[in-house]
């Protein structure tokens, strides 16, 4: 294979001016009669015919240079009929008529298309390499990236909670994590499932004393367990009343609330309160599980009646029992206390009615949603996220409810951070809902952070995971392999031959190449003087090197040509246009560095040396095309720090 490669490159390096005959058969076969043969078999051109730039492309190739560039029709008819005068397969025998428009058009087709003996080969293979290096100097930075990611899933006790498939999937590739390409289907099946589990692994965590100590007793993580089993009920299209009942039950974590803690036993309370109120609206009459309630026009009506809205809060302050609040001063008073001040008439009582219409408001909001709960297509997406937020915002008339009625005015009783959390919550459901993991994974990454917000060592791991989970999220969107690579590149940036030269002992040489940046003085022509020079450089040639182990490795390297300027070019948008014709003295740059292999698994090399050239110094993208920028002949000594990018090893010792 190394020696078919190595030969294969001779090859291409001289044989600059193949011509693919076969090809160029096919596309002229449509100029000639088979029928119109005379008695030796030789092909005559057909009536009419139309020639096209497809035609000119192969025949100006068979011309003699001197008349390629010729103007006169009739010198090229004769050149043309000249040149195959004397085959024994066919004739050429052409009108000036039928060859006028044809080679007006064809010089410019030709002098684009055609590849002649020198600058556009050396163009073409200086752009094929540049577009190999930037290839590869992604590919050398990527097994880099799945060796970390590996290790992070292996030993990060967050990253092997919430990717439990994905940790089985990565155990099964075991050491050769540098194929991981051909592996890559497979994962994003694990990221998926991990993804679609994120929900579910965030409400374990919180119960896991191990990962999260103290989680489940903290007002924050009382908020997000209760909160998580809502946003599931959602998906799983429960009727609101169920959700006010679970939140205010007993068995919830946020019931289980002590005075001591003030803000979760005001926001444990004010649930109550809301379900109590829930239950007060409830229509007895209705068959449909989705619309509980009267509507808001019919408890807003009802309660514009004085006696009814009298009778209605002294109901209510039946069932109010059990109900209390501690206020600013840390006084514990009751429900039923606090409502006592609207008997009194006036001002309080409007407070109540207003409230109670509020409330009633939200209720016919919520209830023209429900229906969305139950719907998994994408194209409802809207539809539910305007569920999730009316149930918000149900959740969230406690504060006005506390504000209006109750007179706590100076205190929301679900304080602000508890409504991002509850926010997160529903979002992240929503965003696992759509396939958006991305969405989802930033709002673990919040939560958590609000979890772990004084533990500085906490907050590092859920900072180190953020990029991996997000790379895990953009593998599972993704729904193509060029969105895969895509992915892989973003985060990652494939390293593993360059590692086999560091092998403490081992002698190796290899046609390599090393893309990164020069800097250092260059002498141009026969000037004395020397000038600051610094690039990409992208050169290639041969390295000898001896690996030092934990060292890293140590040897030269003997460049033969450098694209740095095409390499640059490529890198800046590998789908521009191509290039216009060089010349091998426009690339050739040989030179002897000796470099230095930094040590562990990054692909780093640190050089210094000379080398002569290269004469390419950039290529930019016009209005008219591509633009080169050319110097003249010199020679430049420095250093330069690169992505070291063995191509092939033509020796590779066994080393220590």
């Not at 429900?370 to 539910?384: G, I, P, Q, V, Y």
């Not at 050089?607 to 110094?617: I, M």
């Not at 290529?619 to 330069?640: I, M, N, P």
């Amino acid at each position: 294979m190394k020696c078919a490669f190595v030969l294969s490159f001779l090859c291409l390096c001289l044989s600059l001016s193949a011509q693919p005959m076969l090809d160029g058969a096919r596309v002229l076969s449509d100029l000639f009669d088979y029928r119109a043969m005379d008695a030796h078999g030789e092909l005559f051109l057909e009536r009419g015919i139309e020639l096209d730039e497809e035609h000119a492309a192969v025949l100006m190739q068979y011309l003699p240079l001197g008349l390629k560039d010729s103007k006169d029709t009739a010198a090229l008819r004769i050149g043309l009929e000249d040149t195959f005068q004397g085959n024994p397969f066919f004739s050429l025998k052409f009108s000036n008529q039928d060859l006028r428009a044809f080679l007006e058009e064809s010089r410019e087709h030709y002098s684009a298309q055609s590849v002649p003996a020198g600058g556009f080969f050396v163009s073409n293979f200086a752009d094929g390499l540049a577009r190999f290096l930037v290839k590869r100097t992604k590919q050398e930075l990527s097994v880099v990236f799945f060796e970390d990611f590996k290790a992070q899933v292996k030993d990060n006790p967050y990253l092997g909670h919430f990717c439990p498939f994905t940790r089985e999937q990565l155990s099964l590739i075991d050491s050769k994590v540098y194929q991981f390409n051909d592996y890559l289907q497979t994962l994003r099946e694990g990221f998926v499932a991990d993804m679609m589990a994120l929900p579910g692994s965030t409400e374990r965590f919180l119960g896991n004393e191990a990962l999260c100590s103290g989680c489940s007793e903290r007002g924050e993580g009382k908020v997000m367990i209760d909160l998580l089993h809502v946003a599931q009920q959602m998906v799983n299209g429960a009727s609101p009343v169920d959700m006010l009942s679970y939140l205010s039950h007993s068995g919830s974590a946020i019931q289980s609330a002590r005075p001591a803690d003030t803000l979760l036993y005001n926001m444990a309370a004010g649930l109550r309160l809301l379900n109590l109120l829930s239950e007060s609206f409830r229509n007895t009459a209705s068959s449909d599980p989705r619309m509980p309630w009267h509507s808001g026009r019919e408890i807003r009506e009802s309660l514009q009646d004085p006696k009814l809205l009298r009778i209605y809060l002294g109901l209510l302050w039946q069932r109010a029992g059990g109900i209390d609040f501690i206020l600013p001063d840390g006084k514990q008073v009751s429900m039923r206390t606090l409502m006592e001040k609207a008997n009194s008439g006036g001002q309080m009582l409007d407070r109540w009615r207003k409230t109670i219409e509020a409330l009633s408001e939200l209720i016919h909001s919520l209830q023209g949603t429900l229906h969305a709960s139950a719907k998994t297509e994408r194209a409802l997406a809207d539809d539910f996220f305007s569920y999730s937020q009316s149930v918000s915002d149900l959740l969230l008339a406690i504060n006005q409810t506390g504000r209006t009625a109750l007179g706590m005015e100076e205190r929301d009783l679900i304080p602000n951070t508890y409504i991002l959390l509850m926010r997160q919550c529903n979002a992240m459901y929503f965003n696992v809902r759509q396939g958006n993991f991305g969405g989802a994974m930033g709002n673990v990454i919040f939560c958590l952070g609000l979890l772990k917000k004084g533990s500085k060592n906490d907050q590092e791991e859920i900072a180190k995971i953020l990029r991996y989970a997000n790379f895990m999220a953009a593998i599972a969107a993704a729904n193509s392999p060029e969105e895969m690579e895509h992915a892989v590149e973003r985060f990652a940036l494939p390293p593993g031959s360059s590692q086999a030269k560091k092998y403490h002992g081992r002698f190796s040489v290899a046609l390599n190449a090393y893309t990164g940046f020069a800097l250092g003085r260059e002498f141009l022509g026969s000037a004395m003087e020397a000038k600051n020079v610094g690039a990409l450089a992208a050169p290639v040639g041969l390295s000898c090197t001896l690996g030092l182990g934990k060292g890293g490795g140590v040897g030269v390297f003997v460049p033969l040509i450098d694209v740095g300027a095409v390499t640059a070019y490529r890198f800046d948008d590998d789908r521009a246009g191509d290039l216009p014709e060089l010349t091998w003295n426009n690339i050739l740059s040989p030179g002897l560095y000796i470099v230095y292999n930094t040590p562990g698994k990054w692909p780093l090399a640190f050089g210094y040396g000379a080398q002569l050239g290269p004469g390419l110094r950039n290529v930019t993208e016009t209005k008219d095309g591509v633009a080169l920028e050319l110097e003249k002949s010199g020679w430049r000594h420095g250093f330069f720090l690169a992505v070291d990018i063995p191509i092939t090893y033509f020796y590779l010792g066994k080393g220590r």
